[in-house]
């Protein structure tokens, strides 16, 4: 996937999503401080209200312009993301529950 940002906001990026309450979310989006950012957003089954969590303690601040690989890893109940933005590849993250993104979990 090739983007260019049209709009501050709008991010892009890799999901693994069952519904509202129950995804995993790489996101490449603006930071008004760091420019291109990557970002997670989970919300593990939080029902009613769908709360997103941020498993980043900040995001991680990207090159300005290039190509970004984003890359998902599910073992069992372990879900891994990866990004390269032209410097290999790195995880981005914990190790995120996968399990919940089913009809099992509730």
Same mark, same amino acid.
């Given at each position: 996937?090739?983007?260019?940002?049209?709009? +501050?906001? @709008?991010?892009?990026?890799?999901?693994?999503?069952?519904? #509202?309450?129950?995804?995993?979310?790489?996101? +490449?989006?603006?930071?008004?401080?760091?420019? #291109?950012? =990557?970002?997670?957003?989970?919300? %593990?089954?939080?029902?009613? !209200? =769908?709360?997103?969590?941020?498993?980043? =303690?900040?995001? +991680? =601040?990207? %090159?300005?312009?290039?190509?970004?690989?984003?890359?998902?890893?599910? !073992?069992?109940?372990?879900? #891994? @993301?990866?990004?390269?933005?032209?410097?290999?590849?790195?995880?981005?993250?914990?190790?995120?529950?996968?399990?919940?993104?089913? !009809?099992?979990?509730?």
């Amino acid at each position: 996937l090739l983007f260019t940002f049209m709009f +501050i906001g @709008f991010p892009a990026g890799l999901t693994l999503y069952y519904n #509202r309450h129950k995804l995993h979310f790489l996101a +490449i989006t603006h930071d008004a401080r760091l420019g #291109r950012v =990557a970002t997670l957003m989970s919300c %593990p089954g939080d029902w009613p !209200d =769908a709360k997103l969590s941020f498993p980043l =303690a900040a995001p +991680i =601040a990207l %090159p300005g312009t290039g190509p970004v690989r984003l890359a998902a890893d599910v !073992d069992g109940a372990r879900l #891994r @993301f990866s990004l390269d933005a032209g410097d290999g590849w790195r995880q981005v993250g914990p190790d995120l529950d996968a399990s919940v993104v089913s !009809d099992e979990a509730g």
